[in-house]
């Protein structure tokens, strides 16, 4: 796993994702394992995605988003690593569940482990928390909710969104641009939900007040932690997203971006666009919502449709609302550069002529 800095930038270039061999999710059975493209982020024998093949590790995820965290004022949601220079690693909040099986013989024990869960909160809060989100998608360790939260790790905050050095899009005088652009949206943008009861969201937070203000000095509407919008004594509460009252026990997410007059139910706290829920929580706050770290970062960059990543040169492919790399404008089967040359364009991606017909024999 490479960690981004300039001068691993050239070196990782030609560093293929790890994983190879891992079996495809999706096809079950029919791939014959992980076969990483150059420069695509799918699997070369079953052109599946790198999330299809759950390539990550808890190790890999947790420095992902300990390096998306850190220099922002979420900084505290991560910790130093012992001798990484400076590295910093998510403190990612499990959560071990330990039941009593009464029977006749000797007492036994269930053990339940969630991957995530809400910091800062009693037990009791935090499992009522994960009631309220459906059962599929609840993190417990072995089942298809971990997954799911892994697969959405990968999905909505892809590492070559924050870090260059994971790029192969990039031409040398790009690095900058991605480089304040990165930077940009942790000061204005990045959040990270806060899980409390119904009133009593931003509590005991007064230390970070200042540091909040001057993150968000440009959008009086926003800076103030809902001082604009005071918040209701005693409710009623309603979610932001269906609007529908809050019960007073229950508990909710707020998003300090937002102010903290507003809450939504924790099923209800997703991104606007792709409508899936806001993996740990984890928000970007424009035009007055939450949206995941990919549709946010394709609200303000074309993203290549080749190689799914951020494009920042202003000289690009575009055909039918998708953009490319002029470099990445290829056929998805034989690689055959198609700029200037007849194509076929469908949902499974870009086709040069020969074998788009062949794909229809």
Request: glycine share 10%; aromatic share 8%.
């Given at each position: 796993f490479?960690?981004?800095?300039?001068a691993?930038?050239?070196?990782s270039?030609?560093?293929?994702?790890?994983?190879?061999?891992?079996?495809?999710?999706?096809?079950?059975?029919?791939?014959?394992?992980?076969?990483?493209?150059?420069?695509?982020?799918?699997?070369?024998?079953?052109?599946c995605?790198?999330?299809?093949?759950?390539?990550s590790?808890?190790?890999?995820?947790d420095?992902?988003?300990g390096?998306?965290?850190?220099?922002?004022?979420y900084?505290?949601?991560?910790?130093?690593?012992?001798?990484?220079?400076?590295?910093?690693?998510?403190?990612?909040?499990r959560?071990?569940?330990t039941?009593?099986?009464?029977?006749?013989?000797?007492?036994?024990?269930?053990?339940?482990?969630?991957e995530?869960?809400?910091?800062?909160?009693?037990?009791?809060?935090a499992m009522?928390y994960?009631?309220l989100?459906?059962?599929?998608?609840q993190p417990?360790?072995?089942?298809?909710?971990a997954?799911?939260?892994?697969?959405?790790?990968?999905?909505?905050?892809?590492?070559?969104?924050?870090?260059?050095?994971?790029?192969?899009?990039l031409?040398?005088?790009?690095?900058?641009?991605?480089?304040?652009f990165?930077?940009?949206y942790?000061?204005?943008a990045?959040g990270?939900?806060?899980?409390a009861?119904?009133?009593q969201?931003?509590?005991?937070?007064?230390?970070?007040?200042?540091?909040?203000?001057?993150?968000d000095?440009?959008?009086?509407?926003e800076s103030?932690?809902?001082?604009?919008?005071?918040?209701?004594a005693g409710?009623?509460y309603?979610?932001?997203?269906?609007?529908?009252?809050?019960?007073?026990?229950?508990?909710?997410v707020y998003?300090?971006?937002?102010?903290?007059?507003?809450q939504?139910?924790?099923?209800?706290?997703v991104?606007?666009?792709?409508?899936?829920?806001?993996?740990?929580l984890?928000?970007?706050?424009?035009?007055g919502?939450?949206?995941?770290?990919r549709?946010y970062?394709?609200s303000?960059?074309p993203?290549?449709?080749?190689?799914?990543?951020?494009?920042?040169?202003?000289?690009?492919?575009?055909?039918?609302?998708?953009?490319w790399?002029?470099k990445?404008?290829?056929?998805?089967?034989?690689?055959t550069?198609?700029?200037?040359?007849?194509?076929?364009?469908?949902?499974a991606?870009?086709?040069?002529t020969?074998?788009s017909?062949?794909?229809?024999?």
């Amino acid at each position: 796993f490479q960690l981004g800095c300039p001068a691993l930038f050239q070196m990782s270039l030609s560093q293929p994702q790890s994983g190879r061999g891992v079996p495809c999710l999706r096809c079950r059975g029919a791939c014959t394992g992980f076969e990483p493209h150059s420069w695509r982020k799918i699997c070369k024998s079953c052109k599946c995605s790198q999330e299809d093949h759950s390539l990550s590790s808890d190790v890999e995820d947790d420095r992902k988003i300990g390096r998306l965290l850190s220099d922002s004022k979420y900084a505290t949601l991560t910790a130093r690593v012992k001798g990484g220079d400076g590295i910093r690693i998510y403190k990612r909040n499990r959560m071990i569940i330990t039941n009593p099986i009464v029977s006749r013989k000797d007492p036994t024990f269930d053990t339940i482990t969630y991957e995530w869960a809400p910091p800062g909160l009693t037990q009791k809060l935090a499992m009522q928390y994960m009631e309220l989100i459906p059962k599929e998608m609840q993190p417990v360790a072995g089942t298809d909710g971990a997954y799911y939260r892994r697969r959405q790790l990968m999905r909505q905050l892809p590492l070559y969104d924050q870090d260059p050095s994971q790029c192969r899009g990039l031409a040398e005088g790009e690095l900058k641009l991605m480089e304040d652009f990165v930077k940009k949206y942790k000061a204005e943008a990045l959040g990270v939900g806060e899980v409390a009861l119904p009133g009593q969201g931003g509590g005991g937070k007064e230390e970070g007040k200042p540091q909040d203000k001057s993150t968000d000095a440009t959008k009086p509407t926003e800076s103030t932690n809902g001082a604009l919008e005071p918040v209701p004594a005693g409710g009623p509460y309603r979610c932001e997203a269906c609007k529908q009252a809050v019960p007073g026990d229950c508990p909710v997410v707020y998003a300090d971006r937002a102010g903290y007059a507003r809450q939504w139910h924790p099923a209800c706290f997703v991104c606007c666009r792709c409508s899936e829920p806001l993996v740990d929580l984890i928000y970007f706050w424009k035009s007055g919502a939450a949206w995941c770290g990919r549709h946010y970062c394709e609200s303000l960059r074309p993203r290549c449709a080749g190689c799914d990543e951020l494009i920042f040169s202003e000289d690009y492919q575009q055909v039918e609302g998708r953009a490319w790399h002029k470099k990445h404008f290829a056929c998805l089967e034989c690689e055959t550069l198609l700029t200037g040359k007849p194509f076929a364009l469908d949902k499974a991606g870009l086709l040069c002529t020969t074998c788009s017909k062949s794909k229809r024999l």
